[in-house]
């Protein structure tokens, strides 16, 4: 059921896209992320405090480009993430505290882009992320995150079509939503490849 609803969000999102905010040379496509690694953790080190180690990740979503100049690029869109832990406690006699956590996140990037020498980009900026995993075992990761990449992409000249490779470093949050003492926090590190149609 959530992932029909996620799936029938995404359909709306894409199409509310299409038919109202296209422009000359902007671009909307889908994207697929993974093929790195992922970890959570708290900034501070706590007394008695386990590990948790990332199990992989992976996300897909819609991306839409709108061209600000030459050289700048405004990108936006939404993804659905899903993310695994394996957290292992510290050793005490008689207790060996171990189990896996999963995150679900839709998250919405706001990021810019700075194109150079025609095929490569920058790109950085924020992640509005809403948790929807409600998974016992991790902090609420709903908040305010960062997004830091380098891209190298290639426009086909024939036909309006566009890919781009986009390796990056995701943190959340920066800002949580929800009041923890010591919030834990995520990262991924991965790539993200995409497809898009330009107009």
């Known amino acids: 059921m959530r992932k029909s609803i996620i799936l029938t ?29 992922n970890d959570a953790f708290h900034l501070v080190a706590l007394e008695g405090d386990g590990t948790f180690w990332g199990k992989g990740f992976y996300s897909f979503g819609i991306t839409y480009i709108y061209p600000l100049s030459k ?4 990108e936006t869109g939404v993804e659905y993430s899903k993310n695994a832990y394996h957290f292992s406690g510290p050793y005490y006699p008689g207790l060996n ?3 896996d956590a999963f995150l679900s996140l839709i998250e919405i990037p706001v990021t810019a882009r700075f194109n150079f020498w025609h095929f490569f980009f920058l ?18 990761q709903t908040g305010i995150g960062a997004i830091l990449g380098v891209g190298a992409k290639y426009n086909f000249k024939k036909i309006p079509i566009g890919l781009f490779i986009n390796p ?10 929800t009041k923890e003492k010591y919030h834990l926090h995520t990262m991924d590190n991965g790539f993200r490849i995409s497809a898009v149609r330009i107009f």
């Open 9 to 37: 969000f995404f359909w709306c999102f894409y199409f509310s896209l299409h038919s109202q905010f296209l422009s000359d040379n902007s671009a909307i496509g889908v994207s697929f992320s993974g093929l790195g690694y």
């Open 97 to 99: 505290e171990s189990y």
């Open 71 to 74: 050289k700048f690029d405004l």
């Open 168 to 177: 990056f470093v995701k943190f959340r949050p920066l800002i949580p939503f």
């Open 123 to 140: 790109n950085g900026g924020l992640l509005v992320d809403f948790d929807v995993s409600k998974d016992k075992y991790l902090d609420n």
